[in-house]
């Protein structure tokens, strides 16, 4: 036989309160549901700026420097922090690390991270690489340093690399820049920059060939010469140059 009796009151609040939570529990699956799509893409701009910030900091040639949170340029929305340590592997290497947060003001926003491998050039090797021997000399011999070919002489050659030879350099440039109207130089690094980049933009008294040209190769970009050796080739030139 069947039980025809109704529901008691305590019963129907029972059922009801069943439903309630059930229901609570399907919203909050659609809700954590609908944002996982907004965070998915959240996380995928973090990882983007990561690699900007990365390619930004690694593109200058210089050896990265770090620094703690600090608004992305162009998005205040997420920080960017940079740490550098010691490589284990190698004397000459730098491990890179680039952490992205946010977005902000979320107290609890999310981060992407970034590695990488700052390899300092060896200076010695790339003077020899470029042929910068075949035209400059320094004082004394420096170790590793290719010997200049014999029989070279002047327009072949270039000014030798000693402080008196740098000096006289930077100031006939400055001297030619004034008289068109340019600022000086403000630092050897912008003087040694455009030396290399545009040789023939000063070409130093007595090592001009006719017509007033330089017979060294330019290396006028970052195709023909990446920045990270300019880099490397300027702070071995300054060290011969007090």
């Known amino acids: 036989m069947h039980d025809k009796r109704g529901l008691t009151f305590l019963e129907l609040v029972f059922a009801l309160a069943v439903l309630f939570v059930a229901a ?4 909050s699956l659609l809700v954590a549901g609908a ?3 907004v965070r998915v893409q959240q996380s995928n701009y973090r990882d983007g700026l990561a690699h900007e910030v990365m390619t930004r900091l690694l593109d200058t040639g210089l050896p990265p420097t770090a620094y703690a949170y600090t608004a992305v340029p162009g998005e205040p929305r997420y920080e960017a922090q940079v ?3 010691p490589s284990s592997f190698a004397s000459n290497a730098t491990l890179v690390e680039v952490t992205v947060r946010g977005p902000l003001p979320n107290p609890n926003a999310l981060t992407s991270s970034l590695r990488s491998l700052y390899t ?12 910068c021997y075949t035209c400059h000399t320094f004082a004394a011999p420096v170790a590793g340093v290719q010997p200049q070919p014999s029989g070279l002489i002047p327009p072949y ?10 000096d006289a350099g930077m100031a006939q440039a400055n001297a030619e820049r004034t008289a068109a109207g340019k600022a000086a130089f403000g630092s050897k690094d912008e003087y040694l920059e ?4 545009n040789p023939n933009a000063s070409v130093v008294a007595g090592f001009a060939s006719p017509g007033g040209i330089s017979s060294m190769d330019s290396f006028p970009d ?10 490397a080739l300027k702070q071995f030139v300054k060290t011969q140059w007090p």
């Open 24 to 27: 609570t529990a399907v919203t």
């Open 35 to 37: 944002s996982w799509p």
């Open 83 to 85: 740490v550098v340590s």
């Open 120 to 131: 300092r050039p060896d200076p010695v090797s790339l003077f020899n690489q470029y042929q």
């Open 157 to 166: 050659t270039g000014p030798p690399l000693t402080g008196a030879g740098l």
């Open 194 to 197: 455009e030396s290399i980049r």
């Open 222 to 231: 970052v195709t023909a010469m990446p920045q990270a050796d300019l880099e």
